[in-house]
């Protein structure tokens, strides 16, 4: 629980009751449909977000790493495989990966984009290697384009994944629209929350998105007859009502973040403190507003005393943590990975966030400068 007074970091209490009345209503119309799991809601969806993306295919599923594990299964990953992904991310990137028996691998990033850096991917492809998950970390897009033409010339898959950046674009491209699928999250924070957990696997490739389908739910092709060993992964229909209320807010409220990390951007203009990059032709979903700064645990503390929280994405690499130290090839060499999970933290940013809170954080980023040393 947050201390009153103080400005959290997200709030989807707060965007969630910007839909109040409409959510309730539809919660009262799933409840009276009597259809609870795949009913039309999710089939509604699926449709107003494929469109949304610029892809053929959505699939919902039960949640983000659900998401990212069924579509690399989709596109033929099997146990024993190599997937080359990144280790600054959420652990789920790489837990969907080991769900399907499959073998991380880790590149280390870009310093600028923070996301997989394209030119180390030659280096760490091996005759196992199937696919490549790159992270739109925070929102930033990955430099598709250069990864598409390295899996090409490996005869790799690319699945995104977009956990963090429901409406990141390159050249008004959407991310989601560039590998052969991508996965989606739903859980309550992400730019395009639910009120429960819920995922989506995206793509233009039909016989991957037949696939896909099937997997989801005890791989039928037909009611109770198994085609696949599939699993149980299904949207049910109240997130997926509550995703098609939020969906046409999606593009404003990606707005909307980017307005308030501009500000943030010219209150550390000068400081000490390095802010995202703002890339040439790339949209940033700003999910999370994730600075660089030498001093974190002092500039955390400081914002602490003005009432502002602060949070780490991540405290850890994944290959630093416990259940992964020294068991991932790759991880013994992520020199990039390892300096910056020193020195990010993430600063409150969420559509809801009110004008008088951005005005406070903005304030006391200003005072940071001034501050006795
Ligand atoms: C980058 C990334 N990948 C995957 C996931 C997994 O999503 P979920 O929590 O819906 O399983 C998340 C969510 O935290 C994420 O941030």
């Known amino acids: 629980m947050m201390p009153s007074g103080q400005i959290p970091v997200a709030n989807p209490l707060l965007d969630s009751m910007r839909h109040e009345a409409v959510i309730r209503a539809a919660m009262g ?7 609870y799991i795949l009913g039309p809601e999710v089939l509604a969806f699926e449709q107003e977000f494929a469109t949304w993306l610029g892809v053929d295919h959505c699939i919902g599923v039960a949640s983000g790493t659900d998401a990212v594990a069924l579509a690399l299964r989709s596109c ?31 590149a280390d990033i870009d310093p600028l984009t923070r996301c997989i850096n394209p030119s180390l991917l030659p280096l760490l492809v091996s005759d196992r290697t199937k696919a490549i998950v790159p992270v739109h ?24 994944d977009c956990a963090q950046a429901h409406g990141a674009a390159i050249a008004n491209q959407k991310v989601g629209s560039f590998g052969h699928a991508a996965a989606f999250s739903f859980y309550p924070t992400k730019n395009l929350g639910a009120l429960g957990d819920g995922g989506a696997v995206v793509t233009s490739l039909t016989d991957v998105a037949d696939t896909c389908r099937a997997l989801r739910q005890y791989g039928w092709q037909e009611r109770f007859i198994s085609s696949l060993p599939g699993i149980n992964s299904r949207l ?55 600075v660089e700064c030498p001093q974190r645990d002092k500039f955390r503390k400081f914002l602490l005393e003005h009432q502002i929280a602060t949070a780490l994405h991540y405290p850890q690499a994944v290959h630093q943590q416990p259940a992964y130290r020294g068991c991932i090839r790759g991880g013994e060499n992520l020199p990039i990975t390892e300096t910056l999970t020193q020195r990010i933290v993430t600063l409150p940013l969420f559509p809801s966030l009110p004008e008088s809170s951005v005005t406070k954080i903005c304030a006391a980023l200003e005072a940071w400068r001034y501050r006795e040393q």
């Open 29 to 35: 119309r799933v409840l009276t449909s009597g259809d």
């Open 76 to 106: 033929g990953v099997q146990p024993g495989d190599e997937v080359i992904t990144v280790s600054l991310t959420a652990v789920a990137t790489v837990a969907a990966i080991q769900q399907i028996g499959a073998v991380p691998v880790f």
């Open 137 to 160: 970390l925070y929102g930033q897009p990955a430099p598709m384009p250069d990864i598409m033409r390295i899996a090409a010339q490996y005869g790799l898959w690319v699945v995104e």
């Open 236 to 290: 049910d229909e109240l997130q997926a009502a509550i995703l098609r209320i939020k969906l046409p807010f999606l593009t404003d409220d990606n707005h909307k973040r980017n307005l308030i990390a501009a500000q943030y951007r010219s209150a550390l203009h000068g400081t000490d403190i390095t802010t995202p990059p703002l890339i040439a032709n790339t949209a940033h979903a700003m999910h999370l507003f994730v």
